[in-house]
């Protein structure tokens, strides 16, 4: 079955990029009808969604992030990244990646990673 | 962005039972709504899809109804394991947007 993985820093300084990787197991990251996506979760707050990209090559995003998160694909190793600009102490969150599917116009998120916790602090 | 706003915040209950949480939408999504479980310190889990699709490995308890605005998560007679935090995700218009959750407790 699917797995995926966060990993990163879980300390990235104020103005800083934020980059995670996530690595999918048990299945291909080319896999069409998927689309591989980041949320985040502040410590005792609700989820939101950063965005995702479709194997197909198109992505999207949250358009809260002004435009700092960006999704990048290595099909050799089969992971995904994002990257977060110019972040701020309001970025600190737990982060999840997950695999979207989407199949007969119904849309799910499964499986998702554990989580990975990521403090902006100098 | 599409706003759904979820009620109760957080309720309290007994096994046993039955549990209802509500989630609407500022604007009509159809169906394109999931509900989502999660434990604390745990990632979501996936419910139901579609508004009312049960997805695999889901218990029957769980069931979901709901079209245009108004959705409805129904936990039929709670289970001690069911003692957790129920968001719902909108997959109609981008962003997705979730509501702000329910949590669970005894």
């Known amino acids: 079955q699917v797995q995926l993985q966060e990993s990163g820093p879980g300390l990235v300084k104020p103005s800083q990029t934020l980059s995670l990787t996530c690595t999918v197991s048990g299945g291909s990251i080319s896999s069409p009808n998927n689309y ?9 707050k609700g989820l939101e969604w950063i965005g995702h990209f479709f194997t197909s090559g198109s992505s999207n995003f949250n358009p809260s992030l002004k435009s700092r998160a960006t999704v990048s694909v290595d099909t050799s190793k089969n992971q995904f990244s994002l990257k977060l600009t110019s972040v701020t102490a309001a970025d600190t969150a737990v982060y999840y990646c997950a695999r ?22 100098s | 962005a599409i706003q759904m706003t979820q009620s109760p915040s957080s309720l309290s209950a007994s096994v046993g039972d039955r549990v209802t949480i509500t989630c ?40 979901g109804t709901g079209s245009g605005t108004d ?24 962003p997705l947007t ?4 329910t949590k669970v407790e005894i």
């Open chain 1, 36 to 44: 591989w996506s980041w949320f985040r979760q502040p410590a005792g």
């Open chain 2, 24 to 63: 609407r939408a500022s604007q009509g999504i159809g169906i394109d709504l999931g509900w989502y479980q999660q434990k604390p310190g745990k990632a979501p889990k996936i419910l139901i899809y579609g508004a009312s699709n049960l997805q695999t490995g889901v218990p029957s308890r769980f069931s």
């Open chain 2, 71 to 94: 959705f409805t998560l129904t936990i039929s007679s709670l289970q001690p394991e069911d003692f957790a935090a129920y968001y719902c995700l909108q997959d109609d218009t981008y």
């Open chain 1, 100 to 121: 979207g599917t989407s199949r007969s116009s119904y849309v799910w998120f499964d499986p998702w990673g554990q989580g990975t916790l990521v403090t902006v602090s």
């Open chain 2, 98 to 101: 979730f509501g702000q959750g």
